[in-house]
């Protein structure tokens, strides 16, 4: 850990999608489509915008995801502006149970970094070769740490895409500068299932409530934007 600490961190932006009742997903092994076609192309807006985006291990182990921009016309205007096609990949691991095959590691032409607990560090640049930058973060992994070597490393914009412990992280450190968080017209009425965070204590409560900038139905489903921070952007009036 030898980042410095007068990097500024950069903007935090957390996206979920969640039921009616607020579950981020059911119990079962397959798993739930929360969003639609309309948000999933907003999302992939959102994510050519920044300069890398996050998952926790946990959300690699269970949804193996690609993390890259979908949108052939995004990628090549990233790609004029001297940008990668896709931001840099970046998850966050106590353990280091990783697998080299998962799709952040092999599909796609874009750094990945994986922030490690200092237990885990061996074992996970083991397991993962030459596949992403293993940096040590701490442990257990160090949040703010974390986002100043990402400054560190050129990153202004972070989205960060889950899961629940993670977002749930990020909300009670006062980490997040902004929440896009959609609901989708059904319940899940399931306890067994993953919620969107759990219990904990957050800067927002009752006695200080997140300032509502933007509230969008995108087909059936309902975008809320939340501003957290005093850096969170109105919204676009275009």
Request: glycine fraction near 10%; aromatic fraction near 6%.
């Amino acid at each position: 850990m030898t980042a410095s600490s007068g990097a500024a961190r950069p903007y935090v932006l957390l996206s979920c999608a969640t039921s009616i009742d607020g579950y981020i997903d059911d119990a079962t092994d397959e798993r739930l489509l929360l969003s639609n076609d309309a948000d999933l192309d907003r999302v992939d807006e959102v994510r050519a915008g920044c300069d890398a985006i996050l998952v926790g291990a946990g959300t690699v182990r269970r949804d193996d995801p690609r993390l890259l921009v979908r949108c052939e016309r995004r990628r090549a205007d990233r790609v004029a502006r001297g940008l990668p096609a896709s931001p840099t990949r970046v998850t966050m691991t106590g353990c280091g149970d990783l697998d080299p095959e998962a799709r952040l590691f092999t599909v796609g032409d874009t750094d990945r970094i994986v922030y490690s607990a200092g237990g885990a560090v061996e074992k996970t640049r083991h397991r993962l070769g030459e596949l992403a930058t293993v940096v040590d973060a701490g442990d257990p992994v160090d949040l703010r740490w974390m986002l100043t070597d990402l400054a560190e490393r050129g990153v202004g914009r972070l989205l960060v895409e889950g899961g629940a412990g993670v977002h749930g992280q990020f909300l009670a450190a006062g980490l997040a500068d902004e929440l896009h968080l959609v609901v989708a017209p059904f319940f899940v009425g399931d306890r067994r299932a993953p919620r969107f965070v759990g219990e904990g204590s957050f800067p927002w409560h009752p006695g200080r409530r997140a300032q509502v900038v933007e509230a969008r139905q995108i087909g059936d489903v309902v975008l809320t934007r939340y501003a957290l921070s005093e850096r969170c952007e109105p919204p676009s009036t275009d």
